[in-house]
């Protein structure tokens, strides 16, 4: 049962109205509940992005310092180092005034932190085993944050260098993306969220409050059928609405004091299921958003940002060569700039020799390939990667099943949780054979249906979808399309139950997936552990080699098999399309991509459905072998060109409190061949500013912590 918590008053009635109008709005009790709420619920509900606001913020690509050990102080000699430099923003805290004249004086663009304070929205180091969250999200904090909002925005909405509020820092409803059990708000919200999203009469019998402890115990005696995790994800479900919808409220609130202004916040953490991170709700309800992401995150937040609300990602200076390609391939993924993390650059006033030897390329992107990038369209190869946030919940728990009584201590999901290493295993792959995948969310799925440039839909890790989104991905695959899944398809519903007539694609796949399937079925025969690693033996692993190793699954062409009894590669016609259930996990590619060139090739055993499907790379490096592996390609659209942009795509080394440095970045100058599908017209180096006769083959010079960028007006 729940404890009585501080009640919301105005914040339950927001919900139970939200509540009437979606039942009173033409739903029939025919219709799919849980597609009824995706599609109506406050929880999408969208704040204004708009792309003007977004531009007029970061018309260029902008460097905002973070002055933590900035000993040169704010005067002329100041800003003159950060013009010549190419530090053409900064940053202010708590709205304080202290520098808006410098900024305004040397044109440098700044966005405020701690706008909403710091402590209520951040909690650092909190008992994640508590049974509320210390400082509820009720009627009585938005009142006191709204004051500090409206307080810190009027001391500086006279100045027009400001860019962007930021409401705090490592925000969460939890601390960071640490296991918490939380309860952030009252009982009664909870309740009325449960009957919004199961229906009315619907909602289960003991919607009470539990934690993990609640499910561990019982996993070894689950099977695929009785798999039973819902009370614990729909309150985590709840969580993420009631936070992300908090925030869209304090966006708003900002907004109507100075309404051209983005707001969002720093420091935002990877796709959790702790904290507030299902990347479907949080997008909707910020204008602005740093995170501590490497780029492989980008194409996600691009496909989730179709309003071009600006974001930007940290930056923490390792060596030249590294901060150099973070400027090119955080461009070259339409971040519009970085947060620099200042530690240890200057010797008191004398800056350190690292920012004369940086200063070229910032100038140069700050200057003019900002400019050239800002509110182009990214294209894509119409494959579409699959975000399934409960599966994202569900993985978790099958994943700190390892770590026994000591989960309260797993904090390192982006390095070693089973969705995370997937999805990062599946965009490497397709960038390493030239595509650059897009991804679609569960509600974009719902809301808008799969686009009809899309031609593949992946499905990784994605254990748990509703009947309704698995009614659209039939839909996909009949009209043509190609359903390509990693493992597991569909085993459980989108609250996390099993489905005791087994998956939901199991007709589409062309398989059955028994219901009585136990954890000793599958990957390493083991009856403790459900996933493919043992992540607590593992869990302070140097290289993925490392994280693979000891492991007893049986392997099929380098990857290790899901169902041990199933078979691999299995391909089903569906009415005009196709469906391939590769039962394989596609984690052992980022151990063959360490390994090299020739390891890497085994991608090609993932990668076979989707040339199947007709795709093909348009663009590539004549002849790329070992010395040249490791790039990748973008490409974007403005105002009839086309942009593509060559860059390196080493490993990225990032935690939950800021990363993104490169490990094993290339950084020698060497002659590339770009050769084109099809002949270019109006062809032009964009650096160097050179116009290039038309053709289908262009050798440059490529220094690989740099970028290629090249425009061109046609292919014919």
């Given at each position: 049962?729940?404890?009585?918590v501080?009640?919301a008053?105005?914040?339950?009635?927001?919900v139970?109205?939200l509540l009437?109008?979606?039942?009173?709005?033409g739903?029939?009790a025919?219709?799919d509940?849980?597609?009824?709420?995706?599609?109506?619920?406050?929880?999408?509900?969208p704040?204004?992005q708009?792309?003007?606001m977004g531009y007029?913020?970061?018309?260029?690509w902008?460097?905002?310092?973070?002055?933590?050990?900035?000993t040169i102080?704010?005067?002329?000699a100041?800003?003159?180092?950060?013009q010549?430099?190419?530090?053409?923003?900064g940053?202010t805290d708590h709205?304080?005034?202290?520098?808006?004249?410098w900024?305004?004086?040397?044109?440098?663009?700044f966005?405020v932190?701690?706008?909403?304070?710091?402590?209520?929205?951040?909690l650092?180091?909190?008992n994640?085993?508590?049974a509320?969250?210390?400082?509820?999200?009720?009627?009585?904090?938005?009142?006191k944050l709204?004051e500090?909002i409206?307080a810190?925005?009027?001391k500086?909405k006279?100045?027009p260098m400001?860019a962007?509020y930021?409401?705090d820092d490592e925000?969460?409803?939890?601390?960071?993306v640490?296991?918490?059990?939380w309860r952030?708000?009252?009982d009664?919200?909870?309740?009325?969220?449960?009957?919004?999203?199961?229906g009315?009469g619907?909602?289960?019998?003991?919607?009470?409050?539990?934690?993990y402890?609640?499910?561990?115990?019982?996993?070894p005696?689950?099977?695929?059928g009785?798999?039973?995790?819902?009370q614990?994800?729909?309150q985590?479900?709840?969580?993420?609405s009631w936070w992300?919808?908090f925030?869209?409220?304090l966006?708003?609130?900002a907004?109507?004091i100075d309404p051209e202004t983005?707001?969002?916040?720093?420091g935002?953490?990877?796709?959790?299921?702790?904290?507030?991170y299902?990347y479907?709700k949080?997008?909707?309800k910020?204008q602005y958003l740093?995170?501590?992401?490497?780029?492989?995150?980008?194409c996600?937040?691009?496909?989730?940002?179709p309003?071009?609300?600006p974001?930007?990602?940290?930056?923490?200076?390792?060596?030249?060569?590294?901060t150099?390609w973070?400027?090119?391939?955080?461009?070259?993924?339409g971040?519009?700039?970085?947060i620099g993390?200042v530690q240890n650059?200057?010797?008191g006033k004398?800056?350190?020799?690292?920012?004369?030897?940086?200063?070229?390329?910032?100038l140069?992107?700050?200057?003019?390939?900002?400019p050239?990038?800002?509110?182009?369209?990214?294209?894509k190869?119409?494959?579409l990667?699959y975000?399934?946030?409960?599966?994202?919940?569900?993985?978790?728990?099958?994943?700190a099943q390892?770590?026994g009584?000591?989960?309260?201590n797993?904090?390192?999901?982006?390095?070693?949780?089973?969705y995370?290493?997937a999805?990062q295993?599946?965009?490497?792959?397709?960038?390493?054979?030239g595509?650059q995948?897009?991804?679609?969310?569960?509600?974009?799925l719902?809301?808008?249906?799969?686009?009809?440039?899309?031609?593949?839909?992946v499905?990784?890790a994605?254990?748990?979808?509703?009947?309704?989104?698995?009614?659209?991905?039939?839909?996909?695959?009949?009209?043509?399309g190609?359903v390509?899944?990693?493992?597991?398809?569909?085993?459980?519903d989108?609250?996390?139950?099993?489905?005791?007539?087994?998956?939901?694609?199991?007709?589409?796949?062309g398989?059955?997936h028994?219901?009585?399937?136990k954890?000793?079925?599958?990957?390493?025969g083991?009856a403790?552990?459900?996933v493919?690693?043992?992540?607590?033996?593992?869990?302070?692993y140097?290289?993925?080699?490392?994280?693979?190793?000891?492991?007893a699954c049986?392997q099929?062409?380098?990857?290790?098999?899901?169902v041990?009894?199933m078979?691999?590669r299995?391909?089903?016609?569906?009415?005009?399309?196709k469906?391939?259930?590769m039962n394989?996990?596609?984690?052992s590619?980022?151990?063959?991509r360490?390994?090299?060139?020739?390891?890497?090739?085994?991608r090609?055993?993932f990668?076979?459905?989707?040339?199947d499907?007709?795709k093909?790379r348009?663009?590539?490096?004549?002849g790329?072998?070992a010395?040249e592996?490791?790039?990748?390609?973008t490409?974007w659209?403005?105002?009839?060109?086309?942009i593509?942009?060559?860059?390196?795509?080493?490993?990225?080394s990032?935690?939950s409190?800021?990363?993104?440095?490169?490990?094993g970045?290339?950084?020698?100058?060497?002659?590339?061949?770009?050769?084109?599908?099809?002949?270019?017209?109006?062809?032009?180096d964009?650096?160097?500013?050179?116009?290039?006769?038309a053709?289908?083959?262009f050798t440059?010079?490529?220094?690989m912590?740099?970028?290629?960028?090249?425009?061109?007006?046609?292919?014919d």
């Amino acid at each position: 049962m729940l404890h009585p918590v501080r009640s919301a008053p105005r914040l339950q009635t927001l919900v139970a109205g939200l509540l009437g109008l979606a039942l009173c709005s033409g739903m029939s009790a025919a219709d799919d509940p849980y597609e009824a709420y995706v599609k109506t619920s406050r929880d999408f509900k969208p704040v204004k992005q708009d792309k003007a606001m977004g531009y007029k913020a970061y018309p260029s690509w902008v460097y905002m310092p973070w002055y933590y050990q900035w000993t040169i102080g704010y005067d002329d000699a100041a800003g003159e180092f950060c013009q010549k430099t190419g530090y053409n923003g900064g940053f202010t805290d708590h709205g304080n005034p202290r520098n808006l004249a410098w900024f305004d004086k040397f044109k440098l663009r700044f966005y405020v932190d701690h706008l909403a304070g710091k402590g209520d929205l951040h909690l650092k180091n909190r008992n994640t085993m508590a049974a509320t969250r210390p400082v509820m999200l009720d009627d009585a904090l938005r009142s006191k944050l709204e004051e500090i909002i409206s307080a810190n925005i009027a001391k500086v909405k006279a100045s027009p260098m400001r860019a962007a509020y930021a409401l705090d820092d490592e925000i969460s409803w939890g601390s960071f993306v640490k296991p918490c059990m939380w309860r952030i708000t009252d009982d009664a919200n909870y309740r009325a969220w449960l009957q919004e999203k199961y229906g009315t009469g619907k909602v289960p019998a003991n919607p009470g409050w539990i934690g993990y402890n609640d499910v561990r115990p019982k996993l070894p005696g689950f099977t695929l059928g009785s798999f039973d995790a819902s009370q614990l994800m729909d309150q985590w479900s709840f969580n993420d609405s009631w936070w992300n919808n908090f925030l869209g409220g304090l966006v708003e609130h900002a907004n109507r004091i100075d309404p051209e202004t983005p707001v969002g916040y720093v420091g935002g953490q990877s796709p959790n299921a702790f904290g507030g991170y299902d990347y479907a709700k949080l997008m909707r309800k910020v204008q602005y958003l740093e995170a501590y992401w490497g780029p492989d995150e980008q194409c996600m937040l691009q496909a989730f940002n179709p309003n071009h609300i600006p974001i930007v990602s940290t930056q923490f200076h390792q060596n030249t060569k590294d901060t150099i390609w973070q400027f090119f391939v955080g461009l070259a993924h339409g971040n519009r700039g970085h947060i620099g993390w200042v530690q240890n650059w200057f010797d008191g006033k004398t800056p350190k020799p690292f920012h004369q030897e940086i200063s070229p390329a910032l100038l140069e992107i700050g200057g003019k390939l900002g400019p050239l990038q800002a509110q182009a369209e990214a294209v894509k190869d119409g494959i579409l990667l699959y975000y399934s946030h409960p599966s994202i919940q569900a993985g978790w728990i099958m994943d700190a099943q390892a770590h026994g009584g000591t989960w309260p201590n797993r904090n390192s999901d982006s390095r070693i949780g089973t969705y995370h290493l997937a999805k990062q295993a599946w965009v490497a792959m397709l960038r390493d054979s030239g595509f650059q995948p897009d991804f679609i969310s569960y509600v974009d799925l719902l809301q808008q249906g799969i686009p009809k440039h899309a031609k593949v839909l992946v499905l990784s890790a994605v254990y748990c979808l509703s009947d309704a989104e698995a009614a659209r991905i039939r839909e996909f695959c009949r009209a043509g399309g190609t359903v390509v899944a990693d493992f597991l398809p569909g085993v459980f519903d989108q609250h996390g139950k099993g489905r005791p007539g087994g998956g939901a694609l199991d007709d589409l796949f062309g398989v059955k997936h028994d219901p009585g399937t136990k954890a000793a079925d599958l990957y390493q025969g083991r009856a403790d552990l459900w996933v493919e690693v043992d992540q607590d033996a593992h869990f302070s692993y140097k290289r993925y080699e490392e994280y693979l190793s000891q492991n007893a699954c049986l392997q099929e062409s380098g990857f290790n098999k899901a169902v041990r009894s199933m078979a691999v590669r299995k391909v089903n016609s569906f009415g005009s399309g196709k469906a391939v259930l590769m039962n394989l996990s596609p984690i052992s590619y980022l151990a063959h991509r360490q390994a090299g060139f020739e390891a890497a090739k085994s991608r090609e055993v993932f990668l076979k459905p989707i040339h199947d499907a007709g795709k093909r790379r348009w663009v590539e490096i004549e002849g790329a072998g070992a010395k040249e592996f490791g790039y990748e390609i973008t490409y974007w659209k403005k105002n009839g060109r086309t942009i593509i942009f060559v860059v390196s795509n080493p490993e990225v080394s990032v935690n939950s409190e800021g990363g993104g440095n490169s490990v094993g970045l290339k950084s020698d100058e060497i002659e590339i061949t770009l050769k084109f599908a099809k002949p270019l017209a109006g062809v032009k180096d964009e650096r160097s500013g050179a116009s290039l006769p038309a053709g289908s083959s262009f050798t440059t010079k490529w220094k690989m912590n740099e970028a290629v960028v090249l425009s061109f007006t046609s292919a014919d």
